[in-house]
Every structure is written in C-alpha cells, then in structure tokens.
C-alpha cells in the first residue's frame, strides 16, 4: 500500500476506517504535541482515540434538540453504558456538587411490537449530556472502556433522527417530548464530493455476500430495515470461528450450511459457541470481563503481569480497588506473585496477554495456572497478538479476549470484540450464570455484517502472514544496523510461547524494532515503505512508532520496563514477501547513507 498523507484514512477512502496516516516521525511527534499543521490535516483516527464525523454529526443533532448552554454529548449503544459514563464521571471529578447531567435513550418507534412482529433491526442509542467542564473525564471513559457508539450506528442513528423516527425516553423510561430534525429524503442528498449517496453506497456494500441481492440489500439499509435474522446469521458465524468450529473460506449461506460439528481446536471439553460472547470493541471486552468479575468474585486488586497495551492497565487502575503491576513479565516476578500469594495475599485475576504489544514476549502460562488454581484467583488472557491458529491459551485461562478489529478482520474497516468462557475452570458456573442474566449485545448489526464479511479467509490470511513475517524477521535479525528485533522466535520467553504453540502455528505477524540512536530510527521509519499509522493486524503492512503514539507523555515509564522510546513496531500483511524485503531493504540503506554522510 502506497504511503497517504498526513490524516488519510487508511485504506484511502474508508468512511469507516480504523487507521489513519501519520507518515513521518515529525508527524506522530506533531500529532501528539498537538502541533496545528498535523491536527488541521486529520480526517479521521482510530475509533477510541479520534471521534468519528457520524458520531459528531448525531451528537450535534441531539444537543441541538435537547441540549442546554455549556453541555456536551456523549453517544453510547445502550442506556447501561451511558450509566457507566455518567457513574465513572462522578467517581472522578474534583467538584463536590452533584453531577448536572442528563440521559436520553432513543429508540426506533417499532420497539413496542412484539418479538413475532419485529423483521427488522431494533434502532437504538443513548446519549449522555453532561458539563462540558467533565469533557476530559469523558475521553478516558471512552478511550479505556471501549463502549462508545460505533461510527456505522451513529450513521444509521442520524438518519433515523432526521426523519423522525426514534422515540426519547429519560433515563426513568417516562417519554420525552418529539422533536423532528426534517432535511428531506437522504437518498436524494449530496455527499461532500458531490457524488449521488446511493451511489457510494453501493460501491461500499458491492462485497457483502449474504445470498441476498446486493442492490436491495443497499435499499433495505438505507431505508433503516435491516434484517434481524441476517443480522443474527452473521454473528452466529463469527462466534463459530472464534470457537474454532467454522475455518472454512465461505460466503455465511455457505457457514449455514456446514454442521455445527464437534471439532474443537481450543482443546477444551465442553467448550461451544454458547460460551463466545461479542462486543463493540476489544478493550470493551477487556473492560466488561473486568466487570463481570468485580461482580461475582467481589472487589480485589488485580495483577497485570507483563508490559500490556496501556488501556488494559489503566482499567485495572481506574476501575476497582487497584492493581499489581509487574512490567517486566519475567519468571522473577512470578516469583515475587508466589512469595505474595504464600504469604496471604489474594487477588481478584491476573490479565497478561499473549504475546504482549509491543515487546513480545510470552508469560509463563502454565505456572499462571497452577498458581490461579492454588491460590484461587482468575486468568484472563488476551489473545489478540498471538490468536488462537498460532496458541492455544483457553486451556490455561478463565477467560480469553480479543480484538477482532485486527488480524481476525484484516481490512480496517470495522471494530469488534470477543470474550470466552473456559467451561473447565472453577469460576465457570458463577461467570457464566452472571453473563447469562447481565450480558448486553451492543455490537451494531452493520459492523456485525462487516465483520463476517471480512474475516472468512482468515485461516488463509494468518498461514501467509505468519509465514512472510518469519521471513523478513530472519533478515532483520542478522542486520548490523538493527539494535534488536522484538519477535517471538527471537524472544527470551520463545520456551513460554512454544509450550502454548499448536502444531501449525506460526509466530504471528507482529514485530518491533528498536535502533542504536534515534536518527537511525528516524530515518528507517521515514524512508519504510509502507502504510504507517495506528493499530495493527492489517492485511497490509502497517509501522507506527509506537511508543511514542501510545507512551509520549510518559516515555521514562515506558523505559523502565524495557520499552525504548525509537522503537518501531511493524505488522507485516499481505503483501508479496519478496516486495517487502525489499523495502526492509531500502529503508536501512537509507539508514546506512545517513550514517555514512554524518561520518558516523
């Protein structure tokens, strides 16, 4: 993929991309200084950190409506998460007054018919209107938890608002007064290039193969009737291939139709697709596993064990009585937990993942369990990183996560999130009886329908990814000009991954890089030829550096564990193994010219 300019979306010209261009490290230090000449460029972001334009849009609409002088508005799917916000602002704000806020669930008008009369998609949202002075607190909620509204419900939402079409209800359920927003039928309005808005739709939807014709599929969307039986089919899909049971590359008529059989490749018995549950995002499952098990096991610190993607820590932190932080993710540190736990100590869970971003390395999973099992205390591992064609992690853990926006989707183009329950572990039966009872599905059905779409060849994608990432990390790690290549395969803890390794698994397609000084890493990142931006998993290769996209205001904590402040982390995709080679090749030329003109 061609390297866009600054504040594209990547791919170009996704309206629901989740990567956007940053592809210079004047850029990412720019971005995050809050420098106007990168800011001013941004046309999207990723979907935690960056509100999208449709989220904007609705919430325009709804402060326009209901809104009063000096508020904001926050979008989430259900009133529950809207409750959370308003709960998680209240925990945290200096002020002693009481909170002046306001929810509103809006829901489409054929939500009082029974469930026999309902064909179509429930339309549906909350919106929480509250201080703008809390505005910071509310950029936490939605950045750690991940239950913001999606940019595809916003889109769908916004439509149904201007025609009318959703009934307000305060909090209480007492109905609000309705207020119409009438801009005449969608389908006849311009978009910003100007092109007819059917159009571009069809071109969006022109892939999505559901056994229906495309063109009325388009037509049903966008006259908000989306079918709730394809809606289910596709998520009954994707749970079939977290599970394990469905690795076949076919259309979902084709997934219907093969047996729901009882092949397990999570090598745990009894596990199903009962036990797959979906959410928004990844770090809402992370965020709402977190939950689950402050309500059945009751408040306890937990541990992070290993250096995580820092939104995992700060839940631990934020959310509960605190957390153990063991950065390092070394054998010596579990010896420290053992010391711990012998001398009375106890714990609510340990979160690592497997591998951990950005360093790669692989805890001991095996000890983990053993200890979880002695001294009572859950697992929760996320698989993101390693996912479950390359290890087997559900045997080890209580509860597995992952976000399914990355290698599991590939296109960048939709979120997504899993959590599953190991049937075979103490706290099953109470997890799973509160799941049952508590568990809200907020994951919108058109991201549910992309989702499906996109991750039929991922047992296709992940064999040829983990294959050229292999490859290109061999000749990585024999440059001079490389400092160290962070890799599984070249891991201190390479014993931990392979105990969880299965038979054809790989080592995934992440790596990083770090460099013996700065303008090294500068210039190998600068002159790398390939999309650069956030996130990771992508069918194209994808550089960020990351650090500093993830740690810039606290780059000397970051170091403490290891984390170098030049280090660039890679996902390799899809791309010819050769072609990318060649351009490894040509970036650390560039590195050696550079040298070489500074006398170095």
């Known amino acids: 993929m061609a390297v866009a300019d600054i504040g594209e979306s990547i791919p170009p010209n996704t309206p629901h991309a989740v990567s956007v261009s940053l592809p210079t490290w004047s850029a990412i230090v720019g971005y995050e200084t809050g420098e106007e000449w990168v800011l001013s460029k941004m046309m999207t972001g990723y979907p935690r950190f960056f509100i999208h334009k449709k989220i904007r849009e609705l919430a325009q609409s709804v402060r326009s409506l209901y809104g009063r002088e000096g508020e904001e508005v926050a979008l989430f799917p259900s009133i529950a998460t809207a409750l959370l916000c308003e709960q998680f602002i209240k925990s945290q704000q200096c002020s002693s007054s009481p909170l002046q806020s306001t929810i509103i669930d809006f829901r489409s008008r054929t939500q009082h018919l029974k469930d026999s009369e309902k064909s179509s998609v429930i339309t549906q949202f909350a919106a929480l209107l509250y201080p703008e002075t809390h505005k910071g607190l509310l950029k936490v909620f939605w950045q750690h938890t991940g239950d913001g509204i999606s940019s595809r419900r916003a889109e769908h939402c916004q439509i149904a608002v201007e025609a009318g079409e959703m009934n307000a209800h305060s909090r209480d359920g007492k109905p609000l007064p309705v207020k119409l927003m009438r801009k005449g039928p969608r389908r006849y309005q311009r978009n910003e290039?100007?092109?007819?808005?059917?159009?571009?739709?069809?071109?969006?939807?022109k892939n999505v193969s559901t056994g229906k014709d495309v063109i009325k599929f388009v037509e049903e969307r966008y006259g908000r009737n989306l079918e709730a039986s394809l809606v289910e089919n596709a998520k009954t899909v994707i749970k079939r291939r977290i599970a394990g049971s469905l690795t076949a590359n076919v259309d979902l008529e084709g997934a219907l139709e093969i047996p729901n059989g009882k092949r397990n490749i999570r090598r745990v018995p009894g596990f199903s697709t009962e036990d797959v549950y979906l959410f928004p995002t990844g770090m809402s499952a992370i965020f709402n596993s977190h939950r689950l098990l402050l309500s059945t096991r009751g408040a306890s610190k937990s541990i992070c064990f290993g250096f995580p993607y820092i939104d995992t820590l700060k839940i631990l932190q934020k959310w509960g009585p605190g957390c153990l932080f063991y950065g390092l993710g070394e054998?010596?540190?579990?010896?420290?937990?053992?010391?711990?736990?012998?001398?009375g100590e106890r714990f609510l869970a340990l979160y690592c993942e497997f591998p951990g971003n950005p360093l790669l390395k692989s805890p001991n999973l095996p000890r983990i369990r053993t200890l979880a099992d002695q001294y009572s205390f859950a697992v929760v591992v996320d698989e993101t990183i390693g996912n479950f064609l390359n290890v087997h992690v559900l045997p080890f853990s209580d509860i597995v996560v992952s976000s399914l926006t990355k290698i599991f989707s590939g296109d960048s183009n939709v979120m997504g999130g899993s959590l599953i329950l190991n049937p075979q572990t103490p706290f099953y039966h109470v997890l799973k009886k509160v799941i049952t009872a508590e568990y809200e599905d907020n994951y919108w059905a058109e991201d549910a329908i992309f989702m499906e779409r996109n991750s039929r060849d991922f047992v296709q994608r992940i064999e040829k990814i983990n294959q050229s990432a292999e490859t290109v990390c061999d000749m990585l790690n024999q440059h001079p000009l490389i400092k160290k290549v962070y890799y599984p395969k070249y891991s201190e803890?390479?014993?931990?991954?392979?105990?969880?390794?299965?038979?054809?698994?790989?080592?995934?397609?992440?790596?990083?890089?770090?460099?013996?000084s700065t303008a090294d890493a500068v210039t190998f990142f600068d002159q790398l030829e390939t999309a650069k931006g956030p996130s990771l998993g992508t069918n194209f290769t994808l550089s960020s550096p990351f650090t500093l996209l993830a740690h810039y205001s606290e780059l000397d904590w970051a170091a403490q564990y290891g984390v170098e402040a030049d280090l660039v982390r890679i996902s390799v995709g899809l791309e010819d193994t050769d072609f990318l080679l060649g351009s490894f090749d040509r970036a650390l030329k560039a590195v050696a010219k550079m040298r070489q003109a500074g006398g170095l």
């Open 193 to 205: 290039n100007g092109s007819d808005q059917d159009r571009n739709q069809q071109e969006t939807y």
């Open 331 to 343: 054998e010596s540190e579990l010896d420290d937990l053992e010391h711990r736990l012998q001398q």
């Open 493 to 516: 803890s390479k014993n931990n991954y392979d105990k969880c390794r299965n038979g054809r698994g790989g080592y995934g397609g992440l790596l990083s890089l770090t460099f013996f």
